[in-house]
Structures are given as C-alpha cells and as structure tokens.
C-alpha cells in the first residue's frame, strides 16, 4: 500500500488545468480500494461518492461475497459461518485482485443472496478504479500490498442489527427472528476474524445513533459518523479541504456537532473526526466545490434538492477526497505503476 508524500498538485489550480477524471481514464495504474465490515454494515455507502464522481465507466466493484467456498445449505451442514475464513476462496481473491491491478480480465464467481447458491461465473475486466467490498478485503497481507486505499467500517451494535433486519427481511426473505439468530451466531466470527482487520484501515468509519435522537435515524436518515484515520503530514503541495466556517457558524434551524479527538496511542498516532446532525446545505456544497477545484472533475453534486445534509453525507465527501488524494499521489508517482 503506497502512502501519502508530498508532491505537486495534479492541475494547475485554474479553470485551463487538466481535467483528473481524463488524467485516471488514460493513465495505465488500476487504482484498487478495499472497504471490510460485516454484513450489512453500510460498506457500499462510504464508497458512492467515488462512484458518482467518477462514472461506472472508470469505476467497477467487487463484492467478496461472491467468493464463498460454501453456499448457504453447505455452510448450515458445516456448522461455519460466512464470516469464517475457511469458508472463503481468499486465495482466489488475491490472485483476481492481482490480476485486475494488472488489467486483466478474470472469470469472477457470483454468489445469489436472494436463493443463497451460486450462479455461473461471468468475466469481469478491471476500471481504472476497482472497489473490493467484503468480510475478509483487509484480512490477509497479500490482499493488503495490493490495495491503494483502504476502509472498515463499523456500526454499533443497535445500527448494525437495525440495518441487517431491514435488508436482510426486504432482499434476503429472511424474517426478523431468523436475523436475529443469525447477528447471535455470527458475532464470535465477527470479534475473532472481523473486528481485528480495522488495525490495517487507512479510515476507520464509526457509525452510531445521533446525539439528538436515535428516531432521526429513521426520519431523516441522522446519525453521528467518526472517522479515526492517520494524520496527513505529507500532502499534495497548495491543496487543502477548506470549510468555511462563517457558513458553519450561522444560525440554523438543525442540530449539528463538528469535533476532532486525538487518539494518544503510542503505537500509532490517529485523530477523530465526529460529525453529527444535520448541516446546511451549503457547508457540503464547500467541500464539494474544494474537490472540484483540485480535480477539475466537474460537477459534483452529491446532495441534490436538500436545504440539509447529514453527517453520513459530509463523511463521505470527505472519503472521497482523501481516496482522490491518494490517487493523485499514484499519478505522480507512475512508475510503480506502468505494467510490464
């Protein structure tokens, strides 16, 4: 996994630059992002911001489910759950990611929820951005040298079964009690196998009910987001993530919390950022345009016809820009990745 360094910024800084979204589509480096949680957990959500900004044209995900070993009647007459290690072709997940970071075409397995048994294989080739979602995407050192980005996300206990009970029952044909038992009977795999691979995460994605009501999570979608990442002492030169504070501070008619904690650990120095309630739309529309100024991608717009945003919406443009910082970093850094 390659780290931030200084470098040059990857436009001029003005409206002539290069556009970043051309610089990606001709550049030959597969860029590839792993997200690790449990099932259900919200993975999908903190990537949608790379998927909108980008295009499914340059954009294409993965989802690791696909490489269970066992379907759902196999892994009951086992006794193993899918978080179990043994019951995934981990092996063939990393020998796929190498490939498609080399832009090759494989011939990806796929897995049916909806019946719980395997359909028939499809290819699959590579975008210039690859998103790896699952159980395992952080569990072994090869699968890690291998990705560019990388995220765990983790809901407290009541959000994870609250969300898990609302898929589970609409796409899965699970009833609440059979996702209950099946939350009780995975959770020992999930402390043992799951839980310890946010140690290897660039972004840690922490996600619990809002401070101002556990019902806005229902109503208006409100819920309180940390972010506990590495420190940025080595960053593009002239670029920073600016936020206007004025428009922060001004009177609204919303509840909302911005705090930054400092981790004291002496192994590893990481900071928190919280952010909870609902923000004018403006304090989005900031973070937005800082994107588009540096990347010349245009136009992002990730929260349309909305007078407020939450605070999933602002952690996810803030993923957004340190995964598309990361990326720059690559682009100027090219020779580790000019295949052969």
Not at 89 to 96: A, G, H, K, S, V
Not at 200 to 225: E, M
Not at 232 to 237: G, K, T, V
Not at 316 to 333: G, N
Request: charged share 30%; aromatic share 8%; glycine share 6%.
């Amino acid at each position: 996994m390659v780290k931030d360094q200084a470098v040059e910024p990857a436009s001029s800084g003005t409206n002539g630059g290069p556009n970043f979204k051309e610089i990606i589509r001709e550049s030959p480096c597969v860029f590839a992002i792993g997200v690790a949680g449990d099932s259900g957990s919200g993975k999908t959500t903190f990537t949608q911001s790379i998927r909108e900004i980008f295009g499914e044209d340059l954009v294409c995900t993965i989802t690791l489910d696909d490489y269970h070993l066992y379907d759902r009647k196999q892994r009951r007459e086992r006794g193993v759950t899918p978080l179990d290690p043994v019951a995934n072709r981990i092996d063939q997940i990393e020998q796929d990611l190498i490939a498609l970071k080399e832009g090759r075409t494989i011939l990806k397995p796929v897995y049916d929820h909806s019946v719980g048994t395997f359909g028939e294989p499809v290819l699959f080739s590579p975008g210039k951005i690859v998103i790896l979602e699952g159980l395992h995407t952080l569990f072994s050192r090869r699968l890690r040298e291998h990705l560019d980005f990388t995220l765990f996300v983790e809901p407290d206990r009541e959000v994870k079964e609250d969300w898990k009970i609302r898929r589970d029952m609409a796409k899965r044909g699970y009833n609440r009690e059979q996702v209950l038992q099946e939350i009780r009977e995975r959770e020992p795999d999930y402390l043992r196998y799951i839980a310890p691979q946010r140690e290897f995460a660039d972004v840690v994605i922490r996600i619990g009910h809002s401070k101002y009501g556990a019902a806005l999570a229902r109503t208006r979608n409100v819920y309180q987001v940390s972010l506990i990442q590495d420190p940025m002492d080595q960053a593009i030169s002239d670029v920073d993530l600016g936020i206007d504070l004025f428009s922060i501070l001004s009177l609204s008619e919303r509840n909302f919390l911005l705090e930054f904690i400092h981790h004291e650990d002496p192994r590893r120095q990481r900071g928190e950022i919280v952010v909870d309630g609902e923000l004018g739309l403006h304090v989005v529309h900031r973070l937005e345009q800082s994107i588009e100024e540096q990347t010349h991608v245009r136009p992002i717009s990730l929260a349309r016809d909305r007078e407020y945003v939450t605070a999933v919406d602002v952690a996810q443009l803030l993923i957004a820009w340190r995964i598309i910082h990361r990326r720059i970093f690559l682009e100027r850094c090219r020779e580790p990745c000019l295949r052969p």
